[in-house]
């Protein structure tokens, strides 16, 4: 059981309070067509300096006068630091996480930023490939009595500024959805952006008793330091209720024990009904599955988006 002050203790953890918003300031790149969607290649400010390439993804017919719902999608890590933005706008990557693209030919605004260290934020010296670069800026947070988490979220709660600037996005009908590590960003951001009403992360929930017993590595977001002495990941998750969270696992999956995601999903259970929202929460196990989106997840996926966002 989480302590009473975890929320308290997780922001500590974490690396401490959020900087005031700078602004955005946005700036176009390059306009490329989708099918039933129009790509836009954008910069949009994290911080001072530190700016975030990203894909805006627009349905035809989307505009200032017939606005959309929104998703912020998070990419996954797979240890492909070449691919960020681009696999789910389409682009590039593996078809099944073309996310993006799906959830922009239903009718949704779909945004795609780079996380640190993917993609287009790369170390910019060139010094330091793949990931190197990764661990490096794992480090300079950590002695900077920070983590890649802090930062992680800070970017993303930036993504979610981002779409309620924007005249064609609803603004209280704003979504995430992420594989992978991006299902990690999903349940790290949600307890910090209010915003967020429906969240939906595929395949991953390691918690740190499973991580020590299997003794897994696993990409830097997932680990807060000094955490474990008040709480476990699912506690985390449990933080966004009462807003929508549904979660697809697979039995196979050893990024994620079973047993653990089971006893987790419990876990997150009990925060919702603690606040009488039962019924914003849901999980999905499919079995004899791995680590993928396979169809049924995909399926609840969108299921769970139109239920509390369309």
């Not at 989307?62 to 998070?74: C, D, G, H, M, S």
Request: charged share 25%; hydrophobic share 35%.
């Amino acid at each position: 059981m989480p302590t009473a002050d975890f929320r308290d203790r997780l922001l500590n953890c974490l690396g401490g309070d959020w900087p005031e918003p700078c602004p955005l300031n946005v700036q176009d790149r390059e306009t490329i067509e989708g099918d039933g969607f129009t790509i836009r290649s954008i910069y949009y400010d994290a911080e001072p300096e530190d700016a975030i390439p990203a894909y805006l993804l627009v349905p035809h017919g989307v505009n200032a006068a017939n606005p959309a719902p929104a998703v912020a999608v998070w990419h996954q890590h797979a240890g492909q630091w070449h691919l960020g933005k681009s696999e789910p706008a389409g682009l590039d990557g593996n078809p099944m996480h073309h996310t993006g693209a799906a959830l922009a030919r239903e009718g949704y605004v779909v945004l795609c930023p780079d996380a640190l260290c993917f993609e287009e934020r790369q170390d910019p010296t060139g010094k330091l490939k793949a990931g190197a670069y990764e661990r490096f800026e794992f480090l300079r947070a950590t002695v900077a009595g920070k983590c890649m988490a802090w930062k992680n979220i800070l970017d993303m709660r930036r993504a979610v500024d981002l779409l309620v600037s924007l005249p064609e996005v609803q603004k209280d009908k704003i979504g995430c959805y992420g594989h992978s590590m991006g299902s990690t960003h999903t349940w790290l951001v949600g307890p910090w952006e209010p915003r967020l009403k429906c969240l939906v992360g595929n395949c991953c929930l390691p918690t740190y008793k499973a991580i020590h017993r299997e003794h897994m590595l696993h990409c830097f977001p997932n680990f807060v330091p000094g955490i474990f002495e008040y709480g476990d990941t699912p506690d985390i998750a449990g933080l966004i209720a009462p807003r929508a969270l549904h979660m697809n696992f697979g039995d196979q999956d050893g990024g994620s024990p079973i047993d653990e995601v089971r006893a987790g999903v419990e876990v997150i259970q009990k925060a919702y009904e603690s606040m009488h929202a039962e019924d914003k929460f849901s999980y999905f196990i499919e079995e004899d599955t791995g680590h993928v989106l396979s169809d049924e997840m995909w399926r609840r996926t969108k299921e769970w988006f139109a239920k509390h966002l369309a």
